[in-house]
């Protein structure tokens, strides 16, 4: 873990050198302290938040502070939203089929199999989806507001015993899978298993999971899966999920507008950093990967096939199911246009 950090730290680094000018502003207001709640331990996904933190004491000379508090020390992962709510905290850092029900709108980021693999493509959808009514107003129901997506790179699943070289071998496998993709994994006879992130390693130790998908690749090395993994899908690529950064709205408002405006602006800081050290992550992992786990690479015809089990269908099913409780064929339809733009636009 010690060798991965320091590219991650290195990139965050480098990400807010390049963004900060060479003296900073001298932003004038009160001495605030924020409190951020995030589950897990410091990795790549919470180095665009610590860059904005360093950043904001830089501007204002310390008296703006932000400090992430991990391991779930101010609340567990799946409360996050009802802590803010309770003005618990000012911050914190959520994923969205942790609870899904709190968060109906959000589930359209766990899809399966979205156009949005490009990271440029991604970090443009997901900034537009952060201001969509519908994903405005599942937050506002919890005193939150959505500020600056994890966008956390295409899953991959690793898993212990025989790898599932074939489309039939998922049958039977126990997936941790959220979401959309744990829908898309049942589709091909898995049996989806609902797990935090800090929860699957013991899993796999007691032998209650076979397979996990978390985020390629910083993500199974933060939570140790590939110590515990035979084998890793390198193209499966089933989609993402939404664990990103949410602000208390009474703790915002209350803010004096120069730090409201510090906030804001500085949206892409957290996310060019994010994707900076996912980056970085890759260039280390991939090699220990391919060095101590067996390597699945599916065909186009297999990858076709998957898709054509596990896209479309869930993607109807998730309309289906939210329909007279909001537009979910809108929201979805709206992610898909924004993608198109961002593509159009490259």
Not at 246 to 268: C, G, I, S
Request: net charge negative.
């Amino acid at each position: 873990m010690t060798k991965t950090l320091k590219p991650l730290a290195a990139a965050a680094l480098a990400c807010l050198t390049l963004q900060s000018p060479a003296q900073a502003a001298n932003i004038e207001g009160p001495s605030v302290f924020w409190k951020i709640s995030m589950y897990g331990n410091p990795r790549a996904l919470t180095s665009g938040m610590e860059a904005l933190a360093a950043k904001a004491a830089e501007e204002t000379d310390g008296k703006f502070q932000i400090k992430i508090f991990y391991a779930d020390q101010l609340g567990n992962s799946r409360e996050n939203l009802d802590g803010l709510k309770l003005n618990a905290f000012e911050g914190a850092g959520i994923c969205n089929f942790y609870h899904p029900g709190k968060n109906p709108a959000w589930m359209v980021f766990s899809l399966p199999f979205l156009p949005i693999g490009d990271p440029e493509v991604h970090k443009y959808t997901f900034k537009k989806m952060f201001e969509h009514p519908a994903i405005v107003a599942d937050m506002a129901r919890w005193n939150a507001m959505p500020y600056a997506s994890g966008l956390l790179p295409q899953y991959e699943i690793m898993g212990k015993g025989p790898a599932p070289t074939e489309i039939d071998g998922w049958s039977g496998l126990r997936v941790r899978a959220g979401g959309g993709l744990g829908d898309a994994m049942e589709k091909l006879g898995a049996i989806n298993q609902t797990l935090s992130a800090s929860e699957t390693l013991t899993a796999f130790q007691n032998g209650t999971v076979d397979a996990a998908a978390f985020p390629m690749t910083y993500a199974h090395v933060a939570f140790k899966i590939n110590e515990e993994a035979d084998w890793y899908t390198s193209n499966l690529a089933p989609g993402t999920s939404e664990c990103g950064w949410v602000l208390n709205k009474t703790a915002f408002e209350a803010l004096p507008a120069a730090y409201q405006d510090f906030l804001m602006d500085n949206r892409d800081l957290v996310l060019d950093t994010e994707q900076a050290s996912y980056a970085a992550a890759d260039e280390g992992n991939f090699k220990l990967f391919e060095e101590t786990l067996d390597k699945i690479t599916y065909t186009d015809e297999q990858i076709a096939e998957i898709r054509e089990r596990a896209a479309l269908p869930v993607w109807q099913e998730w309309v289906a199911a939210n329909e007279g409780n909001f537009d979910a064929q809108e929201v979805l339809n709206d992610l898909l246009r924004y993608a198109e733009e961002a593509k159009t636009a490259k």
